[in-house]
């Protein structure tokens, strides 16, 4: 039984390792060479090709839920349209370079086709329909543009990096910092794809949940909530189809899991209005739908024998050698992510490496919103530029920051709100 369960769990595994290892590369070349002023600078105003910029900006970029928030907090500081922001919000994580990879390799073209086209429609739609309920902000009331912000070592003081510099920030993003990101999700999404493909009687979705429109429509309950990494969503997705469910209802899961969670929700209703919020979940559960109807319109027409033959060779444990090898080579730079995951905690509990939060001139605060390390990474740099600053410690686990300097924590506050996230609670 337990050999079984493990099997399906190393045949998820070796499915989707080699794509993502490629994926992940092509990330981190979109990272060093496209940086967040280039986006900026092409998605301010209130105008309609800004709407379209956003979407088209945001479907290769790969940031999750929670990533793409600084991010669009940025954007509507620089005098960016409701619109824009959300045109991005919508479209940057449902896709990515690296899940469009993996998509490619475990569910054939006409789905890594469909995803992006699909999110820039979402995206485009979304963006125009908040431009209709909402009114645009004075530019006054934003910071003006024009801030330097180093995609390679992040400093704001404007210089320049070698060839050879670059080279290696695209490994060391790629496979360092933005799959820490993400390498615990991941793990855990194959995880459940085995659980689902070993428990889960093959007919259920036929048996029980029989409606097309039903089905979809548990997708989004199932997924609005809840956090749900885009790449590491791909797995389970293909182990609910090959249990029953539609092309399209694994489209609809694929979409608005990835796009939305609680702490997502919580910002964007804080930052931007539960009016703004409304339209962009709203916008987001009734385009999935339809989507996923005209996904499965394509599949009639296409034939699903292709889909069928790329799901069973996957977890039917049929691989060619150099998927083994790139699995393998997958395999530890996951053991690493997990290493360094881990190690904090360790420290922690022997006592090592933590702030000291006994000093006279050092003040924690508690930050909501913050689910990443690109979450911590945008709060540290937003808490740096603070006049009296003097050192930043956020603990991601803790959900909270230690600010060493002299400054006021209303300064401190408009900084970790100017970052896309909220302070729950301070204390000196």
């Not at 024009?146 to 290696?168: A, D, I, R």
């Not at 070993?198 to 007919?203: G, H």
């Not at 050698?321 to 730079?333: K, Y």
Request: contains cysteine.
């Amino acid at each position: 039984m337990f050999a079984a369960f493990f099997a399906q769990i190393v045949n998820t595994f070796i499915a989707m390792a080699p794509y993502l290892l490629i994926g992940l590369f092509f990330s981190g070349i979109l990272h060093v060479f496209i940086n967040k002023d280039l986006i900026i600078r092409h998605l301010g105003g209130n105008t309609i090709s800004s709407v379209v910029k956003a979407a088209v900006f945001g479907i290769p970029l790969p940031l999750c839920s929670c990533g793409v928030l600084p991010v669009a907090m940025s954007l509507r500081k620089q005098n960016a349209s409701n619109g824009a922001t959300v045109s991005f919000l919508i479209s940057t994580p449902q896709t990515g370079i690296d899940s469009i990879v993996a998509t490619w390799g475990m569910l054939g073209p006409v789905f890594a086709i469909f995803r992006p086209i699909a999110a820039l429609v979402m995206g485009i739609t979304g963006g125009l329909v908040t431009n209709l309920f909402s009114i645009k902000a004075q530019a006054n009331d934003r910071d003006k543009p024009g801030k330097f912000e180093c995609s390679v070592c992040y400093e704001v003081v404007p210089h320049s990096h070698t060839f050879l510099e670059k080279c290696k920030r695209i490994f060391t993003y790629a496979y360092r910092d933005f799959f820490d990101d993400i390498s615990a999700h991941l793990a855990l999404g194959v995880i459940i794809s085995g659980a689902i493909g070993f428990i889960i009687p093959p007919d259920f979705f036929q048996k029980y949940v029989n409606n097309e429109f039903m089905s979809m429509l548990l997708m989004v309950v199932l997924g609005i909530p809840m956090y749900t990494c885009v790449t590491a969503s791909i797995p389970v997705a293909v182990a609910l189809m090959l249990k029953g469910l539609s092309p399209g209802a694994a489209f609809v899961f694929l979409t608005v899991g990835p796009a939305t969670n609680f702490s997502f929700i919580t910002v964007i209703a804080q930052v931007m209005g539960k009016k703004i919020l409304t339209v962009y979940l709203a916008t987001l559960a009734v385009l999935s739908i339809v989507a996923g109807f005209g996904l499965n319109a394509i599949f009639a027409i296409t034939g699903k024998q292709s889909l069928t033959i790329m799901l069973t060779r996957h977890f039917c444990g049929h691989t060619a050698l150099w998927e083994n090898v790139l699995s393998g080579i997958f395999l530890i730079v996951l053991l690493l992510s997990f290493y360094r995951l881990v190690r904090p905690y360790g420290l922690r509990l022997m006592g090592k490496g933590g702030p000291d939060a006994r000093r006279k001139d050092c003040c924690s605060i508690e930050i909501e919103g913050m689910t990443c390390k690109n979450c911590a990474r945008n709060v540290t740099e937003s808490l740096k530029k603070v006049d009296g600053v003097t050192e930043v410690n956020v603990d991601l686990g803790k959900k909270n920051a230690f600010v060493q300097g002299s400054t006021d924590v209303a300064a401190l506050k408009k900084a970790v709100e100017a970052a896309g996230f909220t302070v729950k609670e301070k204390q000196s």
